[in-house]
């Protein structure tokens, strides 16, 4: 089974509106951290957000929010106002338990384009 | 911020050569350093994990022999492609995890992209 899935391949937005990207996750461990990255043409993967397994609140960042549902695991990244630098890839991880040694799982992407 | 380089980004060889790639974490120490692969239009997989001082663990399926990896200090990792191959072509991606940060956040180098003639 995948232990990121991202449904969505692609989406456009309208700049100036905001986006939700979906991620859902399957881990047995209780401690587990989830990342979302952004990816633009240029390769190089910048981080953007981070939700801990025991964290309460959600976590945000400027522009970005991760609407954190544990109980159903899924941990979506809300982008609002968005930019025409917003488009890229972006890429849900998940790193599981220690036991693991901290490996990044990434899901499949979704490519936003943001329209003008 | 964290900053990660990778050298080189473009590299394009020919078949049968050795290609060598460094990975270097600027301003932290980085215990553990990861390798990724990442296909046009694909997600990353994780090649190996990269332990400073020991022998790298390498993920299912991934050559230990082809991808020979070494991390000498807690600022730099390296990746050698030996015997490269055209499928070997690829966008060859390091991050290192900062072993100041409780998050185990990972820091990504720039990425190289790999193309053997």
């Known amino acids: 089974a995948q232990k990121i899935t991202q449904t969505q391949p692609g989406m456009f937005v309208q700049e100036k509106e905001a986006v939700t990207l979906d991620c859902t996750y399957d881990?047995?461990?209780?401690?587990?951290?989830l990342f979302w990255y952004k990816q633009p043409s240029s390769g190089e993967m910048i981080f953007l957000i981070y939700q801990g397994s025991y964290d309460e609140q959600n976590a945000t960042e400027g522009r970005y929010s991760l609407n954190f549902q544990k109980a159903r695991k899924s941990a979506n990244l809300v982008i609002s106002a968005s930019q025409l630098g917003d488009s890229a890839m972006y890429f849900c991880a998940m790193r599981e338990g220690r036991a693991a040694g901290n490996k990044l799982t990434f899901g499949g992407g979704t490519r936003v384009l943001v329209k003008p | 911020g964290a900053v990660v380089s990778q050298h080189p980004s473009r590299v394009i060889c020919k078949s049968g050569t050795s290609v060598k790639i460094e990975c270097r974490s600027l301003?932290?120490?980085?215990?553990?350093m990861f390798w990724y692969r990442q296909f046009p239009k694909q997600s990353l997989m994780l090649m190996a994990t990269s332990n400073e001082g020991s022998k790298a663990t390498y993920e299912q399926g991934v050559e230990k022999d082809k991808f020979l990896i070494n991390h000498a200090s807690l600022t730099l990792s390296t990746l050698t492609v030996t015997s490269a191959h055209p499928e070997d072509s690829s966008f060859y991606i390091c991050s290192a995890q900062d072993r100041g940060r409780l998050t185990y956040e990972q820091y990504f180098g720039p990425g190289t992209r790999l193309t053997v003639t």
């Open positions: 301003d932290f120490q980085a215990t553990t």
């Open positions: 881990t047995s461990d209780q401690s587990y951290g």
